[in-house]
């Protein structure tokens, strides 16, 4: 449980857009382990998604390091699935060709050979009943509400079956209900496939519940602010929310989000 997955140490990231440049990040350091359940709070625009694009190796950061077993994080790769924060689908395909899109270019566990089409159409529909969306395989985006869309996104995110789970904000636009039944189904995977989560979330309640560490992120420039430990055991619910230790966290996290933000508008 200990063994160190991702290293990131001093990134210091800017963006430089023409006009006023912006400081995402500066000077982040963060150890996630190898089956850690990450989640990440902090006020709108202090970076969070920034450093999971870092991670995820869509984003180019200025100065420090990102390792991922010891290798720089140069690129995206097959280890590394991500979920958006709005819904990324191809237009052009169906549900399931959208959820069959990326097992094309990973392999098989142990036997390293690719998945045939049957195998494929298997583990689509696993996940497509995962996220209810039975009946939906055939139609396109464009005929699904923003949640459907976003449940999608969710499943294809799952059947790549990365080592990673990076996760921005997945459950953000969902209805209560499905959001609910999708936090539970995320920890059942994470136990049983023994996943490492890195999850971006607004919402404390949800990141008390899943995670082993929250980490708060400060007011732009972003940094770690403070690391909280979750010492609930899993497995979690629902219910789980209703322990006094739970809300203790939660309200602890909630205040100090809080008093950034109130910081940030003064
Ligand atoms: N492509 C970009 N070009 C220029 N500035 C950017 C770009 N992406 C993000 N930023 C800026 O970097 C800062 C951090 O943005 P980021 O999207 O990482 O924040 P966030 O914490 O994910 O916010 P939210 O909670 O609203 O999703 C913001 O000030 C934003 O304006
Ligand atoms: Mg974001």
Redesign the pocket.
């Given at each position: 449980m200990d063994n160190i997955l991702i290293t990131i140490k001093n990134v210091h990231k800017e963006?430089r857009?023409g006009g006023p440049s912006?400081v995402?990040l500066m000077g982040v350091d963060l150890e996630i382990k190898e089956n850690e359940f990450v989640c990440v709070v902090?006020?709108?625009?202090?970076?969070?998604?920034?450093?999971l694009?870092i991670i995820a190796g869509l984003e180019h950061y200025d100065s420090g390091e990102v390792k991922m077993s010891g290798e720089d994080i140069v690129g995206p790769g097959p280890d590394r699935g991500v979920i958006f924060?709005q819904y990324a689908l191809f237009p052009w395909m169906t549900v399931r060709k959208n959820i069959e899109y990326g097992m094309k270019f990973i392999r098989k566990e142990n036997r390293g050979k690719h998945y045939t089409r049957g195998e494929k159409r298997k583990l689509a529909d696993h996940y497509i009943k995962m996220v209810n969306l039975e009946g939906f395989e055939d139609a396109y985006p464009k005929a699904l509400s923003g949640g459907m869309k976003q449940r999608a996104a969710i499943a294809r995110g799952y059947a790549v079956n990365p080592r990673v789970l990076l996760m921005?904000?997945p459950f953000g636009a969902l209805d209560a209900q499905t959001r609910a039944q999708l936090q539970e189904e995320l920890l059942l995977t994470w136990e049983r496939e023994k996943k490492t989560c890195f999850f971006?979330t607004?919402d404390v309640e949800e990141a008390v519940l899943l995670a082993s560490r929250v980490i708060i992120?400060s007011a732009?420039p972003?940094k770690v602010m403070e690391i909280v430990n979750i010492d609930l055991p899993y497995p979690r619910n629902q219910s789980t929310k209703l322990d006094s230790l739970f809300i203790d966290y939660r309200n602890h996290i909630w205040d100090t989000v809080y008093k950034m933000y109130l910081e940030v508008r003064k």
């Open positions: 963006y857009t912006t995402a902090g006020p709108s625009g202090c970076g969070k998604s920034t450093l694009n924060q921005d904000e971006i607004h992120m732009r972003g």
